[in-house]
């Protein structure tokens, strides 16, 4: 058997459709897609009949065993996990499509799964692709996103218990043989859950037309859980702008030391003198949790995840509404719902009526959330916002005070440097003139004559000695602090 897909298939118009393309595609995406193991399942709905192709040479065998087929069968093709590789090979899944006769279009599908290398493109098989033929024969494919909760192992490493994950379907029908082939990739576990339960409470199991109610079960499954989880991470959040509350910034002026003195018995700056009054209501206990930048970016990080879902939630709308106004009108003969006494058409369009309601409440949520999300953001950079300015006034008043108190001193150290201008020549003369180098003594025509001892040189040339070190030893560590500016500088710099 030679593995074509999808270069060729007998049902695509090439036309309309560049198979060369989704060769290239394929083969480009191989290496992220697929794995190095085969591990798929194969379970025939109404015969019982179960199988795990584990080589490509089962695959063989298995599509030369049933090369036409009668009834349901499902095909699992399971990943590794989240963002993980499929658990097939290249080789093997160009077989089994090729044997299956699948069209070539489900490659939009399979590009959506296998390890995340870059931006994940949501619009790969937004809307179901549907493929008729003149004889009755169908071929149908759609990606289904559910929410799933983490595993406890995974748990300890995600940022949420929950996640949203993907499955594609498959479903083609084989008009001649009335057989119903439906490859799953990524099944999720709400749908193995059911399919199983199904399985073992009635004779038959799940017909065609169940599995679709059960794939689109499984894509509004969990959702109401996890936007409850999400506002509840939400209110959580929110309830820590209620902690301050707004008539307690009229009252800082009341509980804040507004003096030095009073910050010095504080122990604190102005800004923690602020930010403690602003997250402190008097006669109440301290609250344990106040608004910091954090908070902020907590918010933006739920923003992107609430904006993530609401596209989520469009994107699983529109498959509804693909498959609602697809699957009734089928012509199938045969059963096509379990327990369905009434028309099958008419059932179906009631549960998808359901589900669209479902879904469309959720997506109402998220919208609504999403708004509040936004107001608490605004409301807690106010928040910050009114915080700073009253650090920074707080600050400007101890400045304020601080420029007052030097300039008091500067005063007092001028009136000091003026007494010193005044007394200063007169205790020069005075200990000059005690010191026995100068007499005066009375001439003979009685005026004061100053006389010089014979040991005034002494005095004279020690003074000189002493005033050249002095002006020397200033010069010298005037100049050894330039240099070492200069290193510090330059380290700095470096660093």
């Known amino acids: 058997m030679v593995a074509s897909f999808p270069a060729s298939s007998h049902i695509d118009n090439p036309y309309r459709l560049n198979s060369g393309e989704y060769d290239s595609r394929f083969s480009s995406h191989a290496a992220r897609l697929f794995s190095k193991t085969n591990a798929v399942r194969v379970r025939h709905c109404d015969k019982g009949y179960s199988e795990t192709l584990t080589s490509e040479l089962k695959i063989q065998e298995y599509l030369t065993k049933f090369p036409t087929f009668t009834g349901t069968r499902i095909i699992l093709i399971v990943q590794g996990y989240s963002w993980g590789k499929l658990q097939i090979t290249e080789d093997g899944c160009r077989t089994l499509l090729s044997g299956l006769g699948v069209f070539s279009e489900f490659m939009d599908l399979l590009q959506a799964f296998g390890t995340k290398t870059s931006s994940v493109d949501e619009t790969f098989a937004s809307r179901p692709i549907f493929q008729g033929e003149a004889s009755g024969s169908f071929r149908l494919c759609y990606l289904s996103k559910h929410v799933e909760l983490n595993d406890s192992e995974h748990t300890k490493q995600a940022v949420d218990i929950y996640s949203v994950r993907q499955m594609g379907?498959?479903?083609?029908?084989?008009?001649?043989?009335h057989g119903h082939t439906f490859v799953l990739v990524n099944a999720s576990l709400t749908f193995q859950q059911h399919w199983l339960q199904a399985y073992e409470s009635t004779p038959v199991g799940m017909r065609w037309m169940d599995l679709h109610v059960a794939v689109?079960?499984?894509m509004t499954y969990r959702w109401r859980e996890y936007v409850n989880h999400l506002e509840a991470k939400f209110e959580t959040t929110q309830s820590k702008s209620l902690?301050?509350?707004?008539?307690?910034?009229?009252?800082?002026?009341?509980?804040?030391?507004?003096?030095?003195?009073?910050?010095?018995?504080?122990?604190?700056r102005g800004s923690d003198i602020a930010l403690t009054s602003l997250s402190k209501d008097p006669g109440a206990e301290e609250p344990d949790e106040h608004v910091s930048f954090a908070d902020i970016q907590g918010l933006q990080v739920l923003k992107d995840t609430v904006l993530l879902l609401?596209?989520?939630?469009r994107l699983?709308?529109?498959?509804f509404g693909g498959l609602r106004d697809r699957l009734p009108g089928l012509a199938v003969p045969g059963p096509s719902l379990t327990a369905c006494s009434a028309d099958p058409k008419a059932a179906l369009a009631d549960y998808f009526v359901r589900f669209l309601g479902e879904t469309a409440v959720q997506a109402q949520r998220v919208e609504h959330l999403l708004r509040r999300i936004e107001g608490v953001s605004t409301l807690f950079r106010t928040?910050?916002?009114?915080?700073?300015?009253?650090s920074a006034r707080y600050d400007s008043q101890i400045m304020l005070e601080l420029s007052q108190k030097a300039h008091q001193d500067g005063g007092a150290l001028k009136t000091i440097t003026l007494l010193t201008l005044v007394y200063l020549p007169a205790t020069f003369v005075a200990t000059l003139l005690s010191m026995g180098y100068i007499r005066l003594t009375k001439s003979k025509n009685g005026y004061l004559v100053p006389e010089l001892d014979e040991e005034m040189w002494i005095f004279t040339f020690l003074t000189v000695i002493l005033l050249v070190v002095t002006l020397s030893y200033r010069k010298f560590w005037e100049r050894r602090q330039t240099q070492k500016f200069e290193e510090e500088k330059r380290n700095g710099y470096n660093a």
């Open 169 to 177: 379907v498959y479903h083609g029908y084989d008009a001649p043989n």
């Open 216 to 218: 689109t079960y499984a």
């Open 243 to 268: 902690s301050v509350p707004s008539h307690h910034f009229a009252q800082l002026s009341n509980h804040t030391p507004r003096t030095l003195t009073g910050l010095r018995e504080a122990g604190m």
């Open 310 to 313: 609401d596209h989520v939630l």
């Open 316 to 319: 699983n709308v529109g498959v």
């Open 383 to 390: 928040i910050l916002d009114f915080r700073a300015l009253e």
